[in-house]
Every structure is written in structure tokens, then in C-alpha cells.
């Protein structure tokens, strides 16, 4: 297992500097999502598109928006749910991508740990055995299939923030992202 005091310097800093802020946000860049899938299309996923935008939106729209679930236990069948909004710009890959726990940039909003809002586990036991440690393993595996559906996003700037409880749980999700544990996973994040 890697321990927190195994990290390079500047993985320290960061975590310094990140403590003074997480009070009420937790907001850092991280890692570099490059290198993570062999494959980078040139056309996102349109699976989740929604393409008649929300109820009440103002039509058309100026930038895409995707909804769905991604699977991060099969054999449990957990699954979380994401909603992402491109940036407003001719070519959204190009600004930085963020994942909001609990625009300016291309944001994904994700319900997380299983449960929360639209995010589900087909095991009932998966409620109450919610915690960082997990949390921190499927938002990872959401990462990875995510950017599988996305892969033109693999290779800009990635922020992690959140509000709340996030400000703390983010430090798991770094911890879980540098340590890479998750064997089951054929793909693994670049730091």
C-alpha cells in the first residue's frame, strides 16, 4: 500500500497548500488525464447526449450537455451518475476539465458514493457500506470509463473540486489516483 508520507515533495506541497483551502472548497489541479486511452477520436461519444436539452432550457444551445450512468462495480452492479457540460467554445477540449464531487470550463457533475441522487447499487448492502476508501475506488473507475466514452478529453488539464464534505474527501480521491490499486483496471490515469 502506498502511505502518504511515500510521495514526492511536490505531491507534499500540494497537499499543504490544499489543506489551507478546504475548509468550505476543495479545488487543485492534480494530474494530467494524457496517455490514458491508446485511441484519441476525433468524434466524442454521443451516447449520452441530450439533444433536446433540458426542460425550461432557452433552444438552441451553445454547448453540449451528456447524462447517463457508468458502471464501476459489475458484479454489485453499482453504477454512478454523471451530468457533463461542454464549455461554450468552438472547440471544448481545449479548456481544462473538471470534476465537481457533490461554466467556465467543461464541468462533470457526478452523484457520488452510489446512492446519492441518481447514483444506484443494485446490492442494498452497498448503502451502508459507503465510505472515503470506496468512494475514492469508484470515482477512479468512473474516471476511467468516462474518459473511455470521451477520450478527447485525456489529454487536457484535470481539476478535482468540490464543496462540503468534498473539501476532505478530495484528498482520497488524489490518494486513490496516485496509488492506482485497482487491478481490475486495464487503463490507469498519467500523474
Not at 490514458?36 to 454521443?46: A, D, E, G, V, W
Not at 451528456?66 to 458502471?71: E, R
Amino acid at each position: 500500500a502506498t502511505h502518504i508520507a511515500s510521495y514526492p515533495r511536490k505531491h507534499w506541497l500540494i497537499l499543504a497548500v490544499f489543506l489551507i483551502f478546504t475548509s468550505t472548497v476543495g479545488y487543485i489541479r492534480i494530474f494530467s488525464l494524457e496517455g490514458l486511452t491508446s485511441q484519441k477520436p476525433l468524434i466524442r461519444s454521443n451516447t449520452d447526449l441530450i439533444k433536446d436539452g433540458l426542460p425550461g432550457q432557452p433552444s438552441p444551445m451553445a454547448f453540449q450537455q451528456y447524462a447517463g450512468y457508468i458502471t464501476v462495480d459489475v458484479l454489485k452492479g453499482r453504477s454512478l451518475f454523471y451530468y457533463f457540460v461542454e464549455a461554450a467554445v468552438v472547440d471544448p477540449t481545449t479548456k481544462p476539465l473538471i470534476l465537481w464531487l457533490n461554466g467556465v470550463a467543461n464541468i462533470i457533475f457526478l452523484e457520488s458514493p452510489a446512492g446519492v441522487g441518481f447514483s444506484y447499487s443494485n446490492t442494498t448492502a452497498d448503502y451502508s457500506l459507503t465510505g472515503d476508501s470506496r468512494t475514492a475506488k469508484d470515482t477512479y473507475r468512473f474516471l476511467i470509463k468516462w474518459l473511455q466514452r470521451f477520450p478527447m478529453y485525456a489529454d487536457i488539464d484535470f481539476v478535482i473540486a468540490g464543496e462540503s464534505y468534498a473539501g476532505l474527501s478530495i484528498l482520497s480521491e488524489y490518494h486513490g489516483v496516485l496509488s492506482n490499486p485497482f487491478k481490475r483496471c486495464t487503463e490507469s490515469i498519467e500523474l
